[in-house]
């Protein structure tokens, strides 16, 4: 029976446009406009979304988190423990592992992002593992497993939301149980009352609408660890787990749009170019442009951390525009010397595909300028 309501993992046909279930998704998973990309600190409103299933109403008078599983005393706390805790703020750039997906070829059926599955916040929160500290983590754990109160089914599979963390990363001094967003509770849709955030990784990390907390002594194999989230050729290869976000800068759309191709106008003479840059991998050194579809590239201002890992990192270039048709791009470049890839990166599910982005500007005088 689910498996007849529950669409199969699929590839679009070479021809195939975005069809009425990918819209269905794309309108209410909404992405970034990239002129926000202008607010070091995403307004909520601006900041992408990601749901899988359906957003849940959660009372905060009866909410509680469960700590359980191979700990020493299994614990629940009500919001006002956990706020009673010594808080701690992070600024992390969230991406979804799809971002890009719409744009491979061939195309995975999902959530089709082109390239602003993007936000940045400051999260306010407790460290988790002054929560774990609470629990006593038994030392036969390796793994927490976290679980978030929505409820669906993907592919067949009848689910909670899960996703597990090694005892490792859940350690991590900036691994936070986060209850506040840029300063206010945090919003129905990004995780109210408390979601996990998992700096420098990929958004299927950061479970939203907590619930429960399970150490355990064996991988955790639920649906969107083992079978979703995995980097593939082929389906049947059990695949590479999808973890850390992968480099990518990506520009302020300059000028103004064309309302369809939102093809950007701007007039001759200087046009200062700015946009964002982060990676959750090794850490972005530089930021090229190109003005020129990515024949020639020059190095951009790129503005220091100012202490936030995490964060994307604002670069400016002033751009002189000459009448005509052009294409700007921009890539990042990490501390490994590794760069943005230019072409696709595909696999089956369309996840962690960084490649640079294109966009198309015609530049013209101003008609009233006479
Ligand atoms: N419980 C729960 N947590 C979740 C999800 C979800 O569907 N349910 N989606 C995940 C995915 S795939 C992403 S990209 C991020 C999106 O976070 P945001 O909507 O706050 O930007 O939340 C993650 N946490
Ligand atoms: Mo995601």
Sequence with gaps: MLDD?????????PDEGIGAEELGLAARNHGLPLEAL?????????????????????????????????????????LAALQAMPARTVRVTLECAGNGRARLHPRPVSQPWLVEAIGTADW????LRDVLAVAGVDPAAIEAVFTGADHGIERGVEQDYQRSLSVADALD???????????APLPPQHGYPLRLVVPGWYGMAQVKWLTGIDLVAQPFTGFQQAVAYRLRQDPAEPGDPVDRIAPRALLVPPGFPDFMSRTRVVRPGPVPLMGRAWSGRSPVVRVDVSTDAGRTWVPAALEPEHGHRWAWRRFTHEWHATGGRHVLTARAVTADGGAQPVGQVWNRGGFANNATHDIPVVCVPDPAAG
């Design 5 to 13: 309501i529950s669409t199969p993992g699929r590839l679009a046909e």
């Design 38 to 78: 202008r607010y070091d600190l995403t307004p909520p409103g601006l900041h992408y979304l990601l749901i899988h299933y359906d957003i849940p109403v959660l009372d905060p008078a009866t909410w509680r988190l469960r700590v359980g599983g191979l700990v020493g005393t299994p614990v629940e706390l009500d």
């Design 124 to 127: 306010t929160g407790v460290p």
């Design 173 to 183: 001094p900036d691994t936070l149980l986060a209850y506040e967003m840029n300063g």
